[in-house]
Nanobody, 123 residues
C-alpha cells in the first residue's frame, strides 16, 4: 500500500512559481511510476506530468512543457512538480498518483491517489 499526501498549493499571480510536493508512505514507492494530474472546475481531469520509477524519464502535457518540471527523490519518498511561468489557465486541483510499470497519461490506470492541493493563478 502507498499513501500519498500533496502540499505546496496556493494562490499566486500570473508569471509566478510554485513547487508542489507529494510525500509517499510505503516501502514500494521507488518501484512506482508517478504522475501529476489536475482538474479544473467543470473540466475533466488531465495528465500534467509523469516520471519513471528511477526518475530517468519524464513526460509532460504539451500545455506545460517548458514551464513545469517533475522530479523525484526516492530516498525521501517524494515527488515534486516545479511550476514556473504560471498562467490563469493552470488553476486547478493538482493530484499526484502512482502506478506500477510505466508512466501513462490515463488516470484510470493509476492505483494510488493523493487528496489533491489547490493551485490558483490570478491574472
Amino acid at each position: 500500500q502507498v499513501q500519498l499526501v500533496e502540499s505546496g498549493g496556493g494562490l499566486v499571480q500570473a508569471g509566478g512559481s510554485l513547487r508542489l510536493s507529494c510525500a509517499a508512505s510505503g516501502r514500494t514507492f521507488s518501484t512506482y511510476a508517478m504522475g501529476w494530474f489536475r482538474q479544473a472546475p467543470g473540466k475533466e481531469r488531465e495528465f500534467v506530468a509523469g516520471v519513471s520509477w528511477s526518475g530517468g524519464r519524464t513526460y509532460y502535457a504539451n500545455s506545460v512543457r517548458g514551464r513545469f518540471t517533475i522530479s523525484r527523490d526516492n530516498a525521501k519518498n517524494t515527488v515534486y512538480l516545479q511550476m514556473n511561468s504560471l498562467k490563469p489557465e493552470d488553476t486547478a486541483v493538482y493530484s499526484c498518483a502512482g502506478k506500477s510499470s510505466i508512466v501513462t497519461m490515463n488516470a484510470d490506470e493509476y492505483r494510488y491517489w493523493g487528496q489533491g492541493t489547490q493551485v490558483t493563478v490570478s491574472s
